[in-house]
């Protein structure tokens, strides 16, 4: 498979609630996910919710830390897995913070798997 991330991939198991906000009325629509990889441009997550593809989410993550990133999440790729879907979105709008935040524990990562 051909990456298209802009930036590298790491694992993070974290659950993650999502609110969609592209429509009208969104409701409070809510679902755990599972995520598989996440990078300062996006993350990759299971869910056993379906989604739509284009639909953006306001998404609480929890990350390494136990801190709360407060992101928005548009799904950009889906792929039917036997009893769940594996979801692709890009972060918009995300606050430099944030994605600092990301970066430097990509940083700590990879230090801690050259040793």
Known sequence: MEEK????RMELE???????LDIADG?????????????KSGMGFTCDYPLQIGAVY???????????????VEIVRIE????????????IGMPEIDMQRIEIYSTFQDAAEEE
């Open 5 to 8: 991330r802009k930036n590298k």
């Open 80 to 91: 039917k897995q036997e009893e769940s879907y594996m979801y692709g979105g890009i972060f």
């Open 27 to 39: 409701g409070e629509t809510t679902a755990n996910i599972n995520v598989k990889d996440v990078s």
């Open 58 to 72: 306001e998404c609480l993550l929890t990350i390494w830390t136990k801190e709360t990133i407060k992101a928005f």
């Open 14 to 20: 974290s659950q993650i609630v999502l609110n969609r």
